[in-house]
Nanobody
Framework: QVQLVESGGGLAQPGGSLRLSCAAS????????MGWYRQAPGKARELVAT???????NYADSVKGRFTISRDNAENTVYLQMSVLKPEDTAVYYC??????????????WGQGTQVTVSS
């Protein structure tokens, strides 16, 4: 089993910044792609950004140029630096990790979510 613990959410003003962290722990063999998703009230969960173990990144168009995803493979931790925040970035942000087992099975895990609120 793998556990994901997120931190760093909170309240920010429009134009401000926040940094989210997500640390994976447990019986980790190989950690594959990690990423962040978000869900606003009344909306479906959507991809924000992903990063492979090799460092290749993918971003939603709505956050390109404002958010930066990074990871520390040694610590099995993924980060999301959010800048130039907008009210529409308000959502619960979820960490996702694709864990590869010794039998080459890929299991997806989710964090508990952290609230990000952008408001003046």
């Amino acid at each position: 089993q793998v556990q994901l613990v997120e931190s760093g959410g909170g309240l920010a003003q429009p134009g401000g910044s926040l940094r989210l962290s997500c640390a994976a722990s447990g019986s980790i063999f190989i950690m594959g792609t990690m990423g962040w998703y978000r869900q606003a009230p009344g909306k479906a969960r959507e991809l924000v950004a992903t990063i492979t173990s090799g460092g290749s990144t993918n971003y939603a168009d709505s956050v390109k140029g404002r958010f930066t995803i990074s990871r520390d493979n040694a610590e099995n931790t993924v980060y999301l630096q959010m800048s130039v925040l907008k009210p529409e970035d308000t959502a619960v942000y979820y960490c996702n990790a694709q864990h590869i087992t010794r039998l080459s099975r890929v299991n997806a895990y989710w964090g508990q979510g952290t609230q990000v609120t952008v408001s003046s």
